[in-house]
């Protein structure tokens, strides 16, 4: 099964903030699923890029409040991830451990989130998101 994933951030974030969400969420499903980057590959003179997602990556954008829903709505794909509030809140990596540990995550306000799993599945869920602007 091909896999597609999207990135889908809160529309009214700062533009800073969207790139770094975005960011950080591809370096996770990076982490994840390895075999979506391909080989690196050589320029003409022989420079070796490292290699980039074989798969496209859409970053849609959808209004904060919509954001629980369409991640709980994802529950049964292969992969969704969240880039919560508390990640933006906290100082370091430890003290978001602890500030997601402290909360059930219905109390938890995902800031982006990244789905992947089979295409109609995911367009079924976020198929008529726009593309972030």
């Not at 969420?25 to 994840?32: A, C, H, I, P, T």
């Not at 794909?77 to 219905?106: C, G, H, N, Q, V």
Request: glycine fraction near 8%; hydrophobic fraction near 55%; include cysteine.
């Amino acid at each position: 099964m091909p896999l597609k994933p999207v990135i889908i951030l809160a529309a009214d974030l700062p533009l800073g903030l969207k790139a770094n969400f975005a960011a950080v969420l591809g370096m996770s499903l990076g982490r994840l699923r390895p075999d979506l980057l391909g080989a690196a590959t050589a320029t003409s003179d022989g420079i070796a890029l490292p290699g980039i997602t074989t798969v496209p990556l859409p970053v849609l954008g959808a209004p904060l409040p919509e954001l629980p829903g369409l991640f709980a709505q994802a529950e049964t794909l292969p992969l969704r991830l969240a880039y919560m509030r508390a990640a933006f809140e906290a100082r370091d990596y430890s003290d978001y451990a602890a500030r997601i540990a402290a909360a059930p995550l219905a109390d938890h306000a995902p800031q982006a989130i990244l789905l992947a799993g089979a295409r109609k599945a995911v367009d079924r869920i976020c198929g008529r998101l726009p593309l972030l602007r």
